[in-house]
Every structure is written in C-alpha cells, then in structure tokens.
C-alpha cells in the first residue's frame, strides 16, 4: 500500500494546469464517491465552470453532489491542530490533480457557488507520491458553520430567495428581471463598513450571500454573490470577477452577466450610495472600457470583453446623452422630473460631459430651460453628484 500524504491549505487564486498522469493509485477512501451528475441541471450554466476541462468538471460535480447530499447532515474533518471541525471529506474518483490544479477547481467552485456560503477558505488535501510527484484525489471542505446553524442558516436564504424571486417580473426580458433584483437587493442590504476593516472570522457572513440577504450586512463580495445567487437562480448566467479599485487599489468584487445574449459587467456595490440612500445606476451593465476606468480584474480572472451596450442601464431609460446641448439635456431632464424621479441619473458621451456640467452648475439657466418644457410642474431645487471617471452626473432634489 503506497502511503497517503496530507496537505493544509488556504484559498488561493491559480491558474489550471496539464494533463493527468495515470497509473494505479493506492487503496482508495472508504465513502462513496458522489454522482458529479446528480444535480448537474443546478450548476451546468455556470460561468467558470464551462471553462474546466472535462476531468475538473467532473471532479466538480462530485464536490456539488457531496455537499447538497450531507449540507444538512453531521459531518466533520480534522484541522491543522487536531481538533475535529464542522466539515466534509470528498474522495474524487477517476482523478488526480496536481496542487495547483486542485487549487483552481476549489477555487472555481468557491466562487460559482455562493449557495455554499458556510465553505471556509481553509481547506486540506489528501494524496500520495506518483513516481516522485505528490498528487491529490481528496477534499476536506471545513465549514463555517455547525450542523444546527447551518440547517436554519440554508432553510432562511431558502426562504429569502423563494420570496424575492415569486415577486419578479414575469417577462423573458434579462433586463427587467435583473434590474428588480438589483433594486431589492440594495434596498434591504447595507455595506458593513465594519466587517470590511476587520480580519475577524467574526464578520465571515459580510463575505457572503447570507449577509446580504438575511442580515442586510455585507462587503463587496456578500453583495456579488447574493446578486449572483438570484440572479442564477432566474436563469440569468453570472460570475463573480475579483479584482482592485483602480483608485485606491483596495481589493473588490463585482459580476459579469449575461443580459438578453449580451456580455456587461454588473457592481451592485458601488451602486449602493449609502450617502443619499438612493440607488444608483452607474455600474449597471456597462462595457469592459467604461469598467477599466476604475476596476482592474486580478490576472487570470475570468473576464470576457463586453462591448454591448443595448442593455446599460441609461441607453434603455434614454439617459444617455451624446451632447451638450442645452435643450436636448432640459427635455431629458424634464422627462424624469415628469416621471417622478427626485435623483436623475445622466451619462454622457466622452467629450459631451465637462461642457453639460457647466450648463447643470448654472441652476438658473437649467431651471429655466427645463421649465419650458414642464407642462403641470417645475423643476424642484437640486445638487449635483458627479463621477468624472463614468462621465456621470446625478442631479439630486434637495
């Protein structure tokens, strides 16, 4: 019997790599291996995981199958100091993966799924020496969570996504369906200010789909993949994509859909202007260059160039604008004041921005030029937001 070799990690973001060597490997773990295609119609359409090799995906579906059979079961693994921990052991059948390539598919699966929203980072491998190389063919998956608050903790989000989604649109346009999720999700959760400068396992579920959804608490990536988690759920396909904010460099996450055939990125992040209370439409489904003014993906991050732009959210609602002329802003303006808006979102075509910013500073000219063409109202008194980078200008009632 060849002897088995163990392995601590952390969640780490690489690259896959090569083929798999084959040859005998030594006696195999006692569990049943799981049916990688027993729930396969839940996950077939995810993003990342079309992007695996036939072996990975295969290896992915017996993760699946092992974690929805046994997430509502008592179940536990051994961590770095002995102690038994809430958790699951997964013998991969038919496979063995390097390091690095096993690395990339917990990865991958980490971050298609955000039902599994109890998975810690912290993860071991098992294997054994193949002709003077060690390879894997074993998963243990800690969880955050014990069988008792992971049992309510599922049946809640259940529930939660359950009751959001028999409220949307009944309609097979992406857009309608994606923007009412959008809106729901930030009009219940709040960004944890708290939770995003602290390193405490403490604020583990600010970094997931529960946070968002359930205690209305979350960062960047709980706001990610709760609109990844509803959205997947509508059939709509989604990804998380990790990157940077291009401004200060911090660490972010925000999502790439697809909408109606097309590709767009989503962050419904930075949508969520905690200043005003309001929802904000900046960053709803725009193109890879109006992204790259203030998002980097890390490298090797699943991107596509997203060129589309029938599905942005200004050029469906007529608030984009590719002048600056006065009155071709006022009758846009006017259009919103008359539909009830009290923060009229615009964006303008590079070029056409700095001059219409003057036009908006001046409040008695834009009063006057929007009134001609108010029937029953007014123009009410404003202040303006602006986002340079996005050539984007909010005019907010005072």
Not at 124 to 151: C, P
Not at 378 to 396: G, N, S, V
Request: hydrophobic share 35%; charged share 25%; aromatic share 10%.
């Amino acid at each position: 019997m060849l002897k088995r070799i163990a392995l601590i990690c952390a969640l780490i973001f690489l690259l896959g790599g090569c083929s798999l060597p084959s040859s005998d490997k030594p006696d195999s773990p006692t569990e049943e291996y799981g049916d990688p295609a027993k729930y396969a119609d839940e996950f077939r359409h995810n993003m990342q995981y079309q992007q695996l090799s036939g072996t990975e995906q295969h290896a992915y579906g017996q993760v699946y199958t092992a974690l929805r059979d046994h997430e509502k079961t008592d179940s536990s693994v051994t961590g770095a100091d002995g102690q038994e921990l809430p958790g699951i052991r997964i013998p991969l059948s038919d496979v063995r993966f390097t390091r690095e390539q096993i690395s990339h598919l917990f990865e991958t699966f980490f971050r298609d799924n955000p039902r599994f929203f109890y998975l810690d980072r912290t993860y071991s491998l098992e294997g054994y020496d193949h002709n003077g190389k060690t390879v894997y063919d074993t998963l243990l998956l800690q969880f955050t969570m014990d069988t008792e608050q992971r049992i309510r903790a599922l049946d809640e989000l259940d529930k939660a996504v359950t009751a959001i989604l028999s409220d949307r649109p009944h309609t097979a346009d992406d857009y309608e369906v994606e923007l009412y999720l959008h809106d729901r999700l930030l009009t219940s959760c709040v960004y944890d200010d708290e939770a995003a400068s602290a390193s405490s396992d403490k604020y583990a579920n600010a970094y997931s789909a529960y946070g968002a959804l359930i205690e209305g608490r979350a960062v960047c990536e709980g706001y990610a993949k709760a609109m990844q988690l509803l959205l997947n759920a509508s059939s709509i396909p989604t990804t998380v994509v990790l990157g940077h904010a291009v401004e200060d460099g911090e660490a972010h996450m925000w999502n790439l859909v697809s909408i109606n055939g097309s590709f767009y990125y989503l962050d419904p992040t930075w949508n969520d202007d905690d200043a005003d209370n309001r929802v904000h439409y900046t960053y709803f489904n725009i193109t890879s260059d109006m992204l790259s003014r203030t998002h980097i993906p890390e490298k090797g991050a699943f991107v596509i160039d997203c060129t589309a732009q029938t599905d942005n959210y200004h050029h469906r609602n007529g608030t984009y604008i590719d002048t600056y002329e006065r009155d071709v802003i006022a009758k846009v303006i006017a259009n919103r004041v008359s539909a009830g808006d009290t923060a009229i979102q615009l964006r303008f075509a590079d070029g056409k921005y700095e001059n219409a910013l003057l036009f908006l500073k001046n409040l008695t000219l834009t009063h006057k030029t929007v009134n001609k063409y108010l029937r029953n109202n007014t123009m009410w008194d404003y202040e303006l937001r602006t986002q340079p980078k996005q050539t984007t200008i909010i005019i907010c009632k005072k």
